[in-house]
């Protein structure tokens, strides 16, 4: 695969449609003051996580708060064929919320209630908007709780749209697996169900899988059913130390290929616990360091953790730091929760490129270690966390965006580590999306065949291509 001439995260391809007067008309008659066209608010939601830059904003801002006005607003786009990009609070990575062909942004997060909370079933129903913080909250009475964990606090609606997953994957899965069934507003306006509230159904197509994972690019969500879990009776957390990066990757590997059923495991290389330290006023010491979370009963926690204590330890593994309380755990996870924004300060005025390749985990080391490697050839700052239990990791290139050396040689970096990924049999994304950045990747995983499939749908779902168009693949 060869690297674009130009790098993408500074000139994304935009080709602007014209926004009628009329249809800015329109959506101010029906809407009021829940449509702006302000520049201030344009400028807010023509911008995500990313490194993408010097993309205009959309033309116009529609608050939705309610499925009608979600389908009221692609109605009229439709009419005048003009573009459609949801917005739920910004926080994807890969430029998804971007409006590279101009057009309207329907932002979501007033959509912001759980509908049902269906305890014996283990499942509860929420509008988009609602945030993976604020679902807990209003379910934590019940004795239950919604494990998908991807760092910052997203709206179900973006984590069900990008396919994230985050901390918790490598007990609970993603949203692939976590969400049931949908309400989604199509291209021409029409409101579809898919899936039920069941375990499992044989009926037609599978719907639900094919909007989850679609980045806004076959219909809006308003409706989204999701699997909870009960809360575990005991929960442990612990940090581990290690001599080296290597020795944090084969304790993992080791961990999970014995079986146990660890929770989370996360890695955060020295670099990144030296600027959490100084972000957050902590006093972790500067070597890679596995974060690590057990869930279970009293006696099976205490058999986990004494199992990857022993584990650890024949890796070199020291200075074990545990925790039972919430608030000792919360502290623990401070670290690697704030590990992107401790980045982003370390070097002022950076931009941050982020990677989230996914390997089979026997071939975790193999592509972490050179990857390593390169990016200290290049002196380029970088931060460095993983998902590890499940065999995903990202590095955050800090670049100065006006550079462009700097931005260059991260896109070279990003490249070489896709290419030895895709070699090992792992993906280009294994939560974030493809968004704009990926979509040379996708070609690269998948080939032309996969992806002209994917355009058949597109097309045939959305014929006027209005639905976040300029994503996932060109047409």
């Excluded at 990791?393 to 990003?414: R, S, V």
């Amino acid at each position: 695969m060869n690297a674009p001439t130009t790098p993408q995260h500074l000139a994304p391809a935009i080709t602007q449609r014209h926004v009628p007067e009329e249809l800015l008309t329109e959506l101010q008659t029906r809407f009021g003051a829940n449509c702006s066209t302000a520049m201030v608010i344009r400028e807010q939601h023509g911008r995500d996580e990313s490194a993408f830059t010097h993309v205009p904003p959309p033309a116009a801002v529609v608050f939705a708060e309610n499925t009608k006005d979600v389908a009221d607003a692609v109605k009229l786009a439709a009419k005048y064929q003009v573009p459609v990009i949801p917005f739920g609070v910004g926080s994807s990575l890969e430029g998804h919320l971007l409006a590279v062909q101009g057009g309207i942004s329907v932002d979501v997060s007033r959509m912001n209630k759980v509908l049902s909370i269906n305890a014996e079933d283990l499942t509860v129903t929420v509008q988009p908007g609602v945030t993976r913080k604020q679902l807990n909250e209003e379910i934590k009475s019940t004795g239950l709780f919604f494990p998908i964990d991807p760092g910052a606090d997203a709206s179900i609606g973006g984590m069900s749209a990008t396919r994230a997953s985050g901390t918790n994957a490598v007990r609970y899965g993603t949203m692939r697996e976590n969400v049931l069934a949908l309400e989604v507003v199509t291209a021409n306006g029409d409101v579809i169900r898919t899936g039920t509230r069941a375990k499992k159904s044989a009926a037609g197509y599978d719907l639900t899988r094919l909007f989850v994972g679609s980045e806004g690019t076959l219909g809006v969500m308003t409706e989204i059913t999701l699997r909870i879990y009960p809360l575990p009776e005991a929960v442990s957390a612990a940090i581990c130390s290690f001599p080296s990066i290597e020795a944090a990757v084969h304790t993992t590997i080791a961990i999970i290929q014995m079986g146990v059923p660890i929770a989370r495991v996360e890695l955060l290389d020295g670099n990144t616990i030296r600027m959490v330290n100084n972000y957050a006023k902590l006093g972790l010491a500067e070597t890679p360091m596995l974060l690590m979370e057990f869930h279970g009963s009293p006696a099976g926690v205490k058999e986990q953790a004494e199992t990857v204590q022993e584990i650890a330890s024949e890796y070199g593994g020291l200075s074990f730091e545990w925790a039972t309380t919430p608030e000792e755990r919360t502290r623990l996870w401070t670290a690697r929760h704030n590990a992107y924004f401790a980045a982003i300060q370390s070097k002022p005025g950076c931009r941050a490129i982020s990677t989230d390749t996914c390997v089979p985990i026997s071939k975790l080391a193999d592509c972490l270690l050179d990857s390593i490697v390169e990016a200290d050839a290049t002196g380029i700052p970088y931060f460095l966390v993983g998902h590890v239990g499940d065999g995903n990791f990202h590095f955050g290139y800090l670049i100065d965006p006006n550079n462009a050396q700097e931005c260059a040689m991260a896109e070279d970096l990003n490249h070489k580590l896709v290419n030895r990924a895709l070699s090992l049999g792992g993906t280009c994304t294994g939560e974030h999306g493809i968004g704009l950045h990926k979509m040379d990747f996708l070609r690269a995983e998948t080939g032309e065949g996969a992806v002209d499939m994917m355009r058949t749908i597109k097309r045939a779902l959305d014929p006027h291509n209005i639905m976040n168009p300029g994503k996932i693949f060109s047409l």
